[in-house]
């Protein structure tokens, strides 16, 4: 028999749990989005010939499963693409990864001293065995593994700027996940030949997709059709329930997903769900749950993004794919120009700068005029030399909610509150960045879902098994 499963949400993971299903067979499959396109956070927006992505994306895996897939979803679209990339630091621009000539050159024999030193403390105290225990918060394993100079020069001030929260008040997974190696700290001990010889760093070449990362999802959503699959857009979840029916002697009984479609509802039934929205979201949606469990849901945080894409009447403003602003001014914490990325994104002459602005809903900064928010990034970014203010001729803001799980302290006593909970359902499996609470790549992405296609393919209560193996995406470490 036919099994039914809905999906909620068509971004990366969902569109590739979809199309890994179909690709198994004997499921009857529907991807339910709240949005009117596909790709989620994944998806290329085209205003007056401009295309720019939602924030800089690029295609890079160590994942032996998902180099063998891009190629054969991408073909001919797949894009190589040679890195280059800068830092704005005290004023001054330096290349990415920082070269150790260029930062004496640009910071000075006494700052980088200074940042030597505390490095070489740092490093002797860990090697003495100083540490103690384990650090707790973001803050302590930053100053442990760099010192307290490069601490409090770079990486203090940018996670500020990113995580809209006092480093102290972060969780130190922040620092595993980000691959030590690659942060900002590390780049100065690379530059000044304090850290360890070894390849690992910021890539240095990357994939991308012709026509912009948006063609991911365009692709994977063809393929899903092509196959008989289903896609709601315009369609947003709103509730989940179990249905009245007698469930089979081993089958649960089947779900029930109310859907907003403009004006009106619908009720669309399911043998299982895969969701892929978020975590809270998803715990709104449900039935059930003590007040323990619903605070749990309540707790874990998500940073929003606000995009300001600045239109320049100029074939290039640099040779450079990410611009980092660890420092404030300017608000943005990176930038990228998407027609270095692939020519195609525009016109002859046009380019644009995509500036990305981490924001939490609750403050004043997510509350700003789109006008008022785009006339600063514009001042902020000219005063850096990227082009003059008469460069620019329009300009245009997007905003996106959930963009990013924010590792606070105590995050994951939410986390395991919230698995048992949705263990209790038994064919809803929830998977992908917002909705497994972990913070990933595209690449990820693609994994993540074809997992969960996997789990549901291979039970029809495939539950309790895959919140008890959420271990095997501990793994996944974030390649800058």
Known sequence: MTRRVLILGAGVTGLAAADRLLELGGCDVTVVEAEP??????????????????????????????????????????????????????????????????????????????????????????????????????????????????????????????????????????????????????AFGRALRLGRRRTAGPVREFGYVRGGIGQLGEILADRIRSRGGKILLNSRATALRAANAQPAATHPPPLQVVVQQGTGQTVLDADTVISTIPLPQLGAMLPGGDEHV??????????????????AAKERLGPDHWLYFPQTPPLATRACEPKNFDASLAPAGRTALCCEITARCDEPLWAMDDGQIAAQIERELAATGLFEPRDIVSRFVLRRNWAYPIYTLGYEKSLAAVWPFLSTFPNLVTTGRQGLFNHNNIDHALVMGRCAAEAVAASTAPARQWYASLDRFSTFRIWD
């Open 37 to 186: 396109t596909v790709g989620g956070l994944a998806a290329t927006v085209v205003r007056d010939g401009i295309a720019t992505d939602l924030g800089p994306h690029r295609l890079h895996s160590e994942i032996a499963e998902v180099q063998t897939l891009l190629p054969q979803l991408l073909g001919d679209r797949l894009l190589r693409v040679r890195r280059s990339s800068r830092i704005y630091l005290d004023g001054k621009w330096l290349t990415y990864p920082l070269r150790a000539g260029e930062v004496l050159r640009v910071l000075g024999v006494g700052t980088v001293a200074r940042l030597a030193a505390a490095m070489v403390g740092a490093k002797a105290g860990r090697a003495l065995g100083k540490m103690g225990v384990q650090p707790a918060s973001f803050a302590d394993a930053m100053r442990a593994a760099f010192g307290g100079a490069a601490y409090r020069k770079v990486i203090e001030p940018y996670a500020r700027k990113v995580w809209r929260a006092e480093p102290a008040s972060l969780s130190a997974e922040i620092a595993r996940v980000r691959l030590p190696d690659q942060s900002l700290g590390a």
């Open 294 to 311: 619903r605070s749990a849901f309540a707790k874990l945080e998500y940073l929003s993004i606000i995009l300001v894409v600045l239109v």
